[in-house]
């Protein structure tokens, strides 16, 4: 008991203070000048719940701390912001911007470099390239000989192997020979063929070429105003081909569609049974639009009437002036007949009067003979 009262005398009250009796905690320290201020506290008020009462403050703390010193941020209280630290240049001037350039300089020339490299790697590749492609075409035409060898030992080793004959073999050769002869003859007529069109295509180009040069002097000697007629008739006439070409191509696919078309229907009967129903359709369509035209065309039965009445009015004056050149006609062919009539007495009457005259003067030819005679 001795025990616990001493130890209860010798405990300090509380942290704030220091007890009335006995030396001091070991873990308190005596007070000083610089006494710490509690967060959120304004200086010069006691710690809420304490027992102390007011503490005093120095020098240092009686200083106003502003807030605007001590920003907050959303992970807390953040302290003063420095300059940055290290050399730093503070003036881009002239100097600064050529620096810059010169590196930007030596980095694309030294990209252009590379890609000059680049370049020259892809030649010579492109060369090698080349070199292997014309060897290879070589090489595959020595492989085409020497598979037709293959083919031809090959060949003589089945016979050899089947025990045939001299004879069998030299037919076989005889054969291909000949085969050969009148293919190398055919080829050789289908070259001279292929020259003699070749040397007609080049003749025909160079008259082409000197139409085209004649042309173009026509065209030269031509006035100012017939060369942009020429021009302008030039210009429609290629809108004309463009034009042609288009609607041929269109003409040519309609004409695969017909034919695609039609071979569908001939396949089916229902198509074959609506292609007539649409076709009779059509036809019914064509003959209710006359209709109706004619009856649009119709107008009133006065109006027909009198249209009538003046149709059979020029009829009549038709009809009336053409029995007036009727009878006309009929007059002058009465005319003519007898015309015809009295020509025809009076070349009889002439007729007989040569007659007569030359009876006469064949009587008095007969009788200066006989005096001639006597």
Not at 192 to 213: D, G, L, P, W, Y
Not at 272 to 284: D, F, P, S, T
Not at 294 to 315: C, N, Y
């Amino acid at each position: 008991m001795a025990s616990n009262n001493k130890s209860s005398v010798a405990r300090p009250v509380s942290r704030g203070g220091i007890g009335l009796t006995g030396r001091p905690h070991s873990g308190i320290r005596p007070p000083s000048g610089n006494i710490r201020v509690a967060t959120g506290m304004p200086p010069g008020t006691a710690r809420p719940g304490s027992r102390g009462g007011p503490i005093g403050t120095g020098g240092v703390l009686s200083s106003q701390i502003k807030v605007a010193d001590r920003p907050v941020t959303q992970q807390g209280l953040s302290g003063m912001k420095t300059g940055m630290k290290g050399p730093q240049r503070q003036i881009l001037d002239k100097s600064y911007y050529l620096g810059l350039l010169r590196s930007k300089i030596s980095e694309l020339t030294t990209e252009i470099n590379k890609l000059q490299k680049e370049i020259e790697m892809y030649n010579q590749e492109n060369s090698v390239y080349l070199s292997y492609e014309k060897r290879a075409e070589t090489l595959a035409v020595e492989i085409k000989e020497f598979q037709g060898q293959l083919a031809d030992y090959n060949m003589l080793v089945d016979k050899l192997n089947t025990n045939t004959e001299m004879e069998e073999v030299m037919n076989d050769y005889n054969m291909l020979k000949a085969q050969n002869d009148r293919e190398t003859q055919s080829m050789d007529i289908i070259f001279t063929e292929r020259q003699a069109k070749e040397k007609q295509i080049r003749s025909v180009e160079e008259e082409i070429e000197q139409e085209k040069q004649a042309a173009d002097g026509i065209i030269k000697n031509m006035s100012p105003e017939k060369q942009v007629k020429y021009i302008e008739m030039k210009t429609t006439n290629e809108k004309l081909l463009q034009e042609l070409d288009t609607l041929q191509q269109q003409l040519d696919s309609l004409n695969m569609k017909k034919e695609s078309l039609e071979t569908e229907i001939a396949h089916s009967q229902v198509k074959q049974e609506a292609v007539l129903l649409h076709e009779k359709l059509y036809e019914l369509e064509s003959h209710r639009e006359q209709m109706i035209a004619e009856d649009k065309s119709m107008g009133s039965p006065m109006e027909e009437r009198e249209k009538l009445l003046k149709q059979v009015k020029e009829d009549n004056q038709e009809i009336a002036s053409m029995e007036r050149q009727l009878t006309d006609i009929k007059e002058k062919i009465n005319q003519f007949n007898d015309e015809i009539r009295q020509l025809d007495l009076d070349l009889e009457e002439h007729q007989g009067l040569t007659n007569c005259g030359l009876k006469i003067c064949e009587k008095k030819f007969q009788k200066i003979v006989l005096k001639s005679k006597i």
